[in-house]
T-cell receptor, first 114, second 112 residues
């Protein structure tokens, strides 16, 4: 079974631009979560989608948004990029439900904002 | 709200020596507990999980962790480490329907 796929792997953007990251979950997984990983803040939860609905949300500004499609694929968008948005963005999928199913992570998208 | 503490940010250990990575959590309700490992330039991989039942859980590569409800701990241990165990280790906690919260991570360095 194929794992979680994130595209692109690397991205370089300029401050003020916007970016869209894509995540394809493991087949059969209905929940997709997004995390931001930086050396200073560690793993910070962005949001979780389950069956196309946002189920949980972290403490990030409205510039960070996401969505999930009917095939469970997910995208996250960051508008008006800031230098501090430079990070590794990780997507993780799980079966969903009541939470016993662990997260399965992709290899991430490394975003650099200049 | 849940939280996770990993007291040791860096743990150096000689090859073939035992190691313990500490994890404590805070929660007012029942939790599920996980350990993940991250190698450079990769995502996180599930190492082991505690959902219910036996408080001692084991992974296929020799790691084990014990859930201690009274001490709210889920420490990770390995009796003999290998060079290939060098990585970042994250403890995580989750409750039903809630998001997974990760600790700050422990960098394990195995010295030849």
């Amino acid at each position: 079974k194929a794992g979680v796929t994130q595209t692109p792997r690397y991205l370089i953007k300029t401050r003020g631009q916007q970016v869209t990251l894509s995540c394809s979950p493991i087949s059969g997984h209905r929940s997709v979560s997004w995390y931001q990983q930086t050396p200073g803040q560690g793993l910070q939860f962005l949001f979780e989608y389950f069956s196309e609905t946002q189920r949980n949300k972290g403490n990030f500004p409205g510039r960070f948004s996401g969505r999930q499609f009917s095939n469970s694929r997910s995208e996250m968008n960051v508008s008006t990029l800031e230098l501090g948005d430079s990070a590794l963005y990780l997507c993780a999928s799980s079966l969903g439900g009541r939470g016993r199913s662990p997260l399965h992570f992709g290899n991430g998208t490394r975003l650099t904002v200049t | 709200a849940q939280s996770v503490t990993q007291l040791d940010s860096q743990v150096p250990v000689f090859e073939e020596a035992p190691v313990e990575l500490r994890c404590n959590y805070s929660s007012s309700v029942s939790v599920y507990l996980f350990w993940y490992v991250q190698y450079p330039n990769q995502g996180l991989q599930l190492l082991l999980k505690y959902l219910s039942g036996s408080t001692l859980v084991e992974s296929i590569n020799g790691f084990e962790a014990e859930f201690n409800k009274s001490q709210t701990s889920f420490h990770l241990r390995k009796p003999s480490v290998h060079i290939s165990d060098t990585a970042e280790y994250f403890c995580a906690v989750k409750t039903s329907y809630d998001k997974v919260i990760f600790g700050p991570g422990t960098s394990l360095s195995v010295i030849p």
